[in-house]
């Protein structure tokens, strides 16, 4: 058995990716979100600062309007994400419900740290949001106006780069990035059937790099290219981050608990 982790984490942003929430068969995975609802609602009635950065919104309007495959086109993505936010939200507000807890949403792009303005109003909305007792505020890219054509030098679509920025911005210790794989794997273990779990990881150096493939399913977007950019701006903010499987999000206790679940992106291990 190996040893515990030491992970002392009050304020803590949770990313839950498309490949997660959406069965293979494009239905919702709802055990999936009551369960999140639950661990999130038990750790902001413990006093911890809880924000949920939570993809989906492609892949369940995608169910919703019956498409089988992902749209090629932006604007098509960019209406398929429009009806599937507010489906997603309606069912979190329904899960949390459940727990007594409200749900915020906040829908922001990458480039706010680019304009002061931004970040200060993004941050300010942020804070009133944490110090309220029965609120989670979840976030999502503003998919209608990021768009890489446009000013904004922001690319279509990916949250684990947003939740990273999200986790700098709200100075939380921790962030716990939740996929449809157990971790960071020596290579992608779709291809590679001998590719070995990764238990902690310091700095993303080449090798790290040249291990990431591309992504799961048909609805994950960024594989481990972007996860791992991700936990590059954790680590040069001195924060933590844990990828992990989010098939039971309870698993979020046993992180919490230091049990060496995942792969740990630390500078301080
Ligand atoms: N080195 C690696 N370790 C683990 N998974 C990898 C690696 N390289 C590529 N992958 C792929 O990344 C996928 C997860 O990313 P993605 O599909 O974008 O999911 P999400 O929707 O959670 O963001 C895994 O299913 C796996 O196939
Ligand atoms: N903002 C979009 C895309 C997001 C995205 O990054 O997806 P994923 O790789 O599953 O985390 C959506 O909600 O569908």
């Known amino acids: 058995m190996q040893n515990k982790r030491q992970i002392s984490a ?3 942003v949770i990313k839950v990716g498309t490949s997660t929430l959406i069965r293979q068969n494009s239905q919702i995975n709802l055990p999936v979100i009551k369960k999140l609802a639950y661990v999130l609602s038990t750790l902001k009635k413990n006093g911890k600062d809880v924000v949920l950065v939570s993809s989906g919104a492609i892949g369940v309007g995608m169910g919703v309007l019956n498409i089988d495959q992902r749209p090629i086109k932006i604007s098509k993505q960019q209406a398929v994400a429009a009806v599937g936010q507010a489906e997603l939200m309606q069912i979190y507000n329904e899960a949390f419900h459940e727990y007594g807890m409200s749900v915020a949403q906040i829908l922001i792009t ?8 931004s970040h200060t109003n993004v941050m300010n909305s942020f804070q009133e949001l944490l110090s309220m007792d029965n609120t989670i505020p979840i976030v999502n890219e503003n998919d209608t106006v990021t768009v890489s054509e446009l000013d904004h030098h922001t690319k279509f679509g990916d949250n684990d780069q947003l939740s990273a920025i999200v986790t700098n911005l709200v100075d939380a210790d921790l962030l716990i990035m939740l996929s449809d794989i157990d971790g960071f794997y020596s290579a992608n273990p779709l291809k590679v059937s001998d590719a070995t779990l990764i238990d902690t990881i310091k700095q993303i150096d080449p090798e790290i790099i040249a291990a990431a493939g591309g992504h799961g399913t048909k609805y994950g977007t960024g594989g481990m290219t972007t996860k791992l950019k991700a936990a590059e701006l954790i680590l040069k903010h001195n924060q933590q981050m844990i990828l992990t ?14 049990d060496p679940i995942g792969t740990l992106f630390s500078k301080n291990i």
Do not use: M, Q, T
């Open 10 to 12: 009050d304020r803590i």
């Open 110 to 117: 990458r480039d706010i740290i680019d304009y002061p303005e």
């Open 245 to 258: 499987n989010g098939k039971d999000p309870e698993i979020i206790f046993n992180l919490l608990a230091g």
